[in-house]
């Protein structure tokens, strides 16, 4: 660790010049979407980018967001009870200022890249110090950073990093990250049709019959701030009635990212009757195909299957440009298996900077996690 360094940027304009050619394995940490979070991250967010060199040499990026959660209009609206009262309550008091060492707005592993091996042991030492600093960061602005959170690590590293200075802090698994593995032998959707069992592609007949009279069309930069106005509304509608949230999009977020990550970012609107009625986003990342955020008018989601038909879209588009995965995320777990997705199970840790609340973080974190119940889809021969 001694030839090992960090230095923390609050501005993407002040990164080193070798930035892009380290991060240039996952688009997720490239300038291109890192200006995008800058110039339209939510509202209620600040990003750090933290360069990682040896001696002088930058071999090493990573990505921390703070989250102001009392800036937000809700946290999900979706179950009204008096568990979520306590819940906002508790966040409200004890983790309203948040500090993410990762990216909290996609699911996967897209913390850090290196362009070398360095060991489990450096790792972990590099962000808990990097915690540490960007905590008193604020502190000296008079603000207490509550929760620190290590988001979204594959198992084989988190057994890693618990071997070193992760090992007494919490781990927690929420929700398994949906990954639809593509067989390789699959070039068209009519080979992927063809794999499944009777059962799915009856479901898949089905949905595309009632997607009939929807149009899809990839829009242009132009055409997505035409339609600005109505993707935002579309988006927010669905953000805004999931089970829990930490931030809401910026309003000209899809349309920056567009200008900036060019065809690197594919934005899909679904029109009926020429009204924009839907829309889902997919990021290339690689070999990776992305899934990023949709939205949808929930009148016409149920008449049309709509969020069947945008995933059935995804994984056309996956196979016909050569992608070897695509990431669905989390939520949706059961629709998301039906159409081919596995669940593979990613670990967080996370810890409180109050030393008598974090000794019951794993307590107050059970509690506040929603409980889960889904069955498994299998729907290939």
């Known amino acids: 660790m001694d030839q090992i360094s960090f230095k923390i940027y609050n501005s993407v304009a002040a990164l080193p010049a070798l930035w892009d050619t380290v991060a240039q394995s996952n688009v997720f940490l490239q300038t291109s979407y890192l200006s995008v979070l800058e110039r339209s991250a939510p509202v209620n967010m600040e990003c750090f980018y933290i360069g990682i060199f040896e001696k002088s040499e930058l071999i090493g990026v990573s990505l921390a967001q703070y989250l102001d959660l009392n800036k937000l209009e809700s946290f999900g609206e979706r179950d009204k009870s008096f568990k979520i009262a306590i819940r906002n309550f508790i966040f409200k008091n004890f983790a309203s200022h948040t500090l993410f060492l990762g990216n909290n707005m996609i699911t996967g592993q897209n913390g850090y890249v290196f362009t070398k091996e360095i060991d489990f042991e450096c790792i972990s030492d590099i962000l808990i110090q990097s915690a540490e600093e960007i905590t008193l ?169 709509l969020y069947l038909n945008m995933l059935y879209n995804m994984t056309k588009y996956g196979i016909e440009n050569g992608f070897k995965k695509i990431i669905f995320g989390r939520t949706a777990l059961e629709i998301k298996s039906s159409v081919g997705a596995s669940p593979v199970q990613m670990s967080g840790f996370i810890y409180h900077n109050n030393k008598l609340v974090n000794k019951f973080i794993g307590k107050i974190f059970k509690q506040l996690e929603p409980e889960l119940h889904w069955q498994q889809r299998h729907p290939f021969k």
């Open 137 to 305: 960061y604020f502190k000296k602005k008079g603000i207490n950073i509550h929760l620190v959170s290590f988001k979204d690590f594959y198992e084989h590293c988190s057994v890693e990093l618990k071997k070193f200075r992760f090992s007494n802090i919490y781990e927690f698994n929420t929700q398994p990250n949906m990954i639809f593995y593509l067989d390789e032998k699959w070039k068209s959707e009519e080979d992927y049709i063809g794999a499944l069992s009777k059962k799915y592609r009856d479901q898949f007949k089905r949905a595309r019959k009632k997607n009939d009279g929807i149009v899809v069309k990839n829009l242009s930069f132009e055409e997505v701030i035409q339609h600005e106005t109505t993707i935002y509304d579309l988006y927010h509608y669905v953000a805004k009635n999931a089970p829990f949230n930490t931030f809401f999009l910026a309003k000209n977020h899809f349309s920056t990212l567009k200008g900036q990550c060019g065809n690197r970012f594919q934005i899909f609107g679904y029109f009926l009757n020429n009204k924009l009625v839907g829309f889902h986003t997919l990021l290339l990342n690689d070999e990776t195909l992305e899934t990023y955020f949709l939205g949808y008018d929930e009148t016409i989601q149920k008449e049309n299957m």
